[in-house]
């Protein structure tokens, strides 16, 4: 099964209660740090201790901020799973000036017990991942600077799942999604503007409806949008795309096979 925890679907500026985009898969694979991930995925009863890998889509800061703290509290928290492997930290390459600089900030030269065993991972596009008896397909997204999608398939239900990372429409997105049970996409462009504005390379709610339509998804869930404009966010996206919703922080989706996607 994949089981979908939306830590946060915020987008840079995360108000009172909000969180920036981030997700938790099967209580273990934590994609992309939002601000205050290590406190806010404890509302769907997963711990910081529990998270064994990270993904990192890219390296903007609405994506990494959280890691000095999820670092910290899982080491902190480590006695309630002693026997944990090293946290396995996996992204593009800007991951490594990331990763220098969240050590910096956990002062790890001082204290070095705070910070827990990782390994570092620079992932590739046509590159797999294994998790268990996950399948975690890596493709690029299209973005200002070097960035990731993800593409899981449970290899036992062979049910699947397209996370798009923060990307302008692309047709390299569509074949990476093909078919996919879920597609959980960024619609972080306004959704009342003309075109997508080419200095920030997001999506707005009908260009990730199109990708969402021309590769035959089954259910389209979008994140990272402003949560001012939901109500014209979600309207624009069903006239492309029917069966689009918005997620909502705190929310769950698994999906149990083929075609077969509940919300929780
Ligand atoms: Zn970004
Ligand atoms: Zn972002």
Redesign the pocket.
């Known amino acids: 099964m994949l089981d979908v925890g939306f830590v946060g679907v915020g987008?840079?500026r995360p108000g009172h209660g909000e969180e920036a985009?981030c997700f938790v898969i099967n209580g273990c694979i934590l994609i992309d740090v939002g601000f205050n991930a290590a406190v806010n995925m404890q509302a769907l009863e997963v711990s910081p201790a529990d998270i064994d890998h990270v993904l990192f889509t890219h390296c903007?800061h609405?994506?990494v901020l959280g890691l000095p703290g999820l670092l910290f509290a899982r080491n902190n928290r480590a006695v309630e799973r002693p026997e944990a492997p090293p946290i396995q930290l996996h992204g593009p390459q800007d991951l490594t000036p990331v990763l220098s600089a969240t050590l910096a900030m956990l002062q790890a030269d001082r204290y070095p017990q705070v910070v827990p065993e990782y390994q570092v991972h620079h992932v590739y596009p046509g590159e797999c991942i294994e998790v268990g008896d996950l399948r975690i397909d890596v493709g690029r997204a299209f973005h200002p600077l070097d960035a990731r999608c993800y593409r899981f398939t449970d290899t036992v239900t062979r049910g699947s799942l397209v996370i798009s990372g923060?990307t302008a429409y692309h047709e390299g997105l569509v074949d990476f999604a093909r078919d996919c049970d879920v597609l959980i996409h960024e619609a972080?462009g306004d959704p009342e503007a003309e075109s997508v504005d080419m200095r920030y390379l997001h999506s707005r709610p009908q260009d990730a409806a199109r990708v969402a339509m021309e590769a035959s998804a089954s259910t389209l869930a979008l994140v990272?949008y402003p949560p001012a404009k939901g109500a014209a966010v979600l309207t624009k996206a069903k006239q492309v795309f029917p069966n689009a919703r918005l997620a909502r922080k705190g929310q769950r989706v698994q999906v149990l096979g083929p075609g077969q996607a509940a919300w929780v």
Do not use: V
């Open positions: 987008g840079t985009t903007h609405d994506h923060d972080a990272h």
